[in-house]
């Protein structure tokens, strides 16, 4: 969407009036409550026509935005509330547009807010004009000089925390088409006093301050400075921190501003070099020192800062020492050298210090010009900025002050010449006839200054040049003489008798009324001040300086180029300059800007109404006003005129063929006007008396109001109209749609209809059709079936005598069979463990199974006996088959039987094979042994035993001794008749042995044996499968037994126990042997 152009006006939404020249009535009181009222409404800003005055808010304003830039853009300067912008457009547009070259001048008090306003131009213009990389570093270093050179010639003073010590004037310079190339600044008059002393409440320039906060420790260290403000004497402390000023993050914002101007590094850093000297400087301190001649001589203090501040410049300390000392004066090839006194060395030094810094002030100036100048040759347009110091009115005012208020006075004298030459021009070319007005033209005050015969200035340089003694008293006599009679000076000792008793008028100063008011000078200082004498020595030390900086500050000091002539003192030097800026202001279009200071205390939302009373009247503001209205009170252009108010009459509404002009003049005709409230210019209306403007604007507002109705009228009833229409067509195209809808639906649902009644008809007839071929096939299929239900039933009724005869049998047999199937499933649950001697055996479930049930229980056991034999080893096997022979033989039959049947039979108990002692024995015996052990063999005389190895091999039976191993009998098998013993617990045996034979000629064996019941088997086993005899075995508690030739009866007696469990034997007589077993 385009946007939509909106004319405004300055008139619109105006909060008291936006332009005095509009003020009715028009008075001082009026004036000012103008302005309070606005300034409470956040206004700052009002016109006297194009002059802005800008009430310092002291406080940040929502109306500085990039947004607002844009607003302001390319906007007529009436169009939108008064703003600085609007200003500096009119001003760019106009130097861009018409060729013209500008100056804007801003004035006021200090603390009223000129560098501010100085900035908003600056920054208002680099905002619109050109776009680039280039042109926007140009700007940016254009932007950029501000931090730099307020750092270094702004101080905190009891006005303004952030005053200019310095005026300034900067030129930006454009090309064709307005994008910046460059700019020059020129600095008038640094307050270099400051530098030494401040009065109270004030600060030194801002950078001592920054640079102690802000550098690093290791730069402080580099420059031989402390942090501590306190170790300065230079430095004020009762308020050295400013309130809302971060001196630290300044210093950085300083340091980054250089660089963007284009300081080198080394550049940078020569300047705090400088700067820290000039801070040292004021710690070098004097004491008197008297000599025989009388002289007063001064020495310093403590040498070290002089030291260090030799180091810190490469002087050589001794040439700087004696500067401090010595005063050379040198007058026609001849050189003088005086010593300096104490106050005389204090005064060298200060000067030094002031010297050393406002030289090196104006350095910075030309070398961030350096920075900064356009490029080209081609020719420029120019832009000036004037922001110098405002008028001041202190306590003690000294020449400082004297020179400000002369360039105030100066500027002042401009604003008049240029407003009234302008407004009387503007008349010309508008073929207007003027009128004049009285103002107070203050050329007066001018010349009492600068007059070049009588002038104050005029005079002080003459004092300064004059041989004799010169004091400031001589300069006060003589101006007394002088200016005596001039209206705007007083002086209490003056040829004028007016003030010789006025006792607010001391004796030692002078008063000059000035336009802003009148303002006492102290004259103490005047001349020291206007001749600016920094002895030669000291200029002639600096320039031995092997710092490269300080040298070029004092180009004097070369004694190459020694210039015997003065210089030109700071008064006339200051008179020059000014003069030269007033030339080459003239030369421009002039802009203003008036600066208003709403109150003292740097506060938001006061409104002094004396102060600024004071104010409008020094600045002539309603003298501004009156001549802006001395014809008339109101211009504008034809076409913006006619554009406003061509709604107020019939024929240029709404619009107007013809010029502007004879628009505006049928329009003010028929409003009935009267003639003498207006005149036509060449291009605008002029209007004399404000009311009439007010009327224009009520009429107006009035006739926007009816025309707002008839637009909202007309708007409403095209709106409904259309509407109305609108509906209108949209319920034809429904009802069509619907109607088709509609049509549509039926047309469908009758077509449904007839295919549902179709297929109803269809499916009906084949249903039919269905039915008669399922019945003719039922016929044929039902013939069938009944065939075969017929045959069925004869072949059943034929086979049914078959069924019945042996069907007892079958279900008997199955039956059992079931029963039989089912008790040995049971029993395979049931079986016992396979444990011969297992007794166990399951019950039997039927009668009938009585024999099957034990059967099956032997032939279980027999399977289970098997099982087990079938684990044994053949060796295991000859085992058991000895115990078997045992059983056969003692069980039963001997009372000892029981008790071997858990001994194993081990046969060969004494292992001779191993005993080394029976190796002979073993040597003897070929066979094999199946019995070695002790015995005990009875004594047959008289029943003791011997002990005796008993050997039984496969043929013979060897008894040895069990100590030598020697056999002492050997009985082939064959020989041995029978064994016996008794049926008792006991282990007596005997051995009989074949009458007749070799070894039975000693007689039988008695023995006796733990092993009896084994020894007996296996001699009874051996026996009978060496002799195939079975060998006689005896059991009976009495028998005989063969001793030689005597048959001795050896009989067994039970239950005798004197001898304890041991059976005992004992021979009775020769017939018997007596056995007791326990
Ligand atoms: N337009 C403004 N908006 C906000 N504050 C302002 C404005 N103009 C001035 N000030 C305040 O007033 C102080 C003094 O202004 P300054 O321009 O330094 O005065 P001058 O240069 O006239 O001595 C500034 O530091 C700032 O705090
Ligand atoms: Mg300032």
Redesign the pocket.
Known sequence: MAKMEVKTSLLDNMIGVGDMVLLEPLNEETFINNLKKRFDHSE?YTYIGSVVI?V??????PI?SPEKVEDYRNRNFYELSPH?FALSDEAYRSLRDQDKDQCIL?T?????????????VMSYVAAVCGKGAEVNQVKEQLLQSNPVLEAFG?AKTV??????RFGKYMDIEFDFKGDPLGGVISNYLLEKSRVVKQPRGERNFHVFYQLLSGASEELLNKLKLERDFSRYNYLSLDSAKVNGVDDAANFRTVRNAMQIVGFMDHEAESVLEVVAAVLKLGNIEFKPESRVNGLDESKIKDKNELKEICELTGIDQSVLERAFSFRTVEAKQEKVSTTLNVAQAYYARDALAKNLYSRLFSWLVNRINESIKAQTKVRKKVMGVL?I??FEIFEDNSFEQFIINYCNEKLQQIFIELTLKEEQEEYIREDIEWTHIDYFNNAIICDLIENNTNGILAMLDEECLRPGTVTDETFLEKLNQVCATHQHFESRMSKCSRFLNDTSLPHSCFRIQHYAGKVLYQVEGFVDKNNDLLYRDLSQAMWKASHALIKSLFPEGNPAKINLKRPPTAGSQFKASVATLMKNLQTKNPNYIR?I?PNDK?AAHIFNEALVCHQIRYLGLLENVRVRRAGYAFRQAYEPCLERYKMLCKQTWPHWKGPARSGVEVLFNKLEIPVEEYSFGRSKIFIRNPRTLFKLEDLRKQRLEDLATLIQKIYRGWKCRTHFLLMKKSQVVIAAWYRRYAQQKRYQQIKSSALVIQSYIRGWKARKILQELKHQKRCQEAVTTIAAYWHGTQVRREYRKFFRANAGKKIYEFTLQRIVQKYLLEMKNKMPSLSPIDKNWPSRPYLFLDSTHKELKRIFHLWRCKKYRDQFTDQRKLIYEEKLEASELFKDKKALYPSSVGQPFQGAYLEINKNPKYKKLKDAIEEKIIIAEVVNKINRANGKSTSRIFLLTNNNLLLADQKSGQIKSEVPLVDVTKVSMSSQNDGFFAVHLKEGSEAASKGDFLFSSDHLIEMATKLYRTTLSQTKQKLNIEISDEFLVQFRQDKVCVKFIQGNQKNGSVPTCKRKNNRLLEVAVP
Not at 56 to 61: C, G, K, T
Not at 110 to 120: P, Q, R, V, Y
Not at 159 to 164: E, G, V
């Open positions: 700052i800008s310092n808010p002291y406080r940040s304003l500085y600085i801003i006021g008090e200090s603390g009223a807010g000129k560098t501010e306003a100085s900035k908003l702004n006005r303004n925390d952030n005053s200019s922001d110091y405002g600066c200071k740097k």
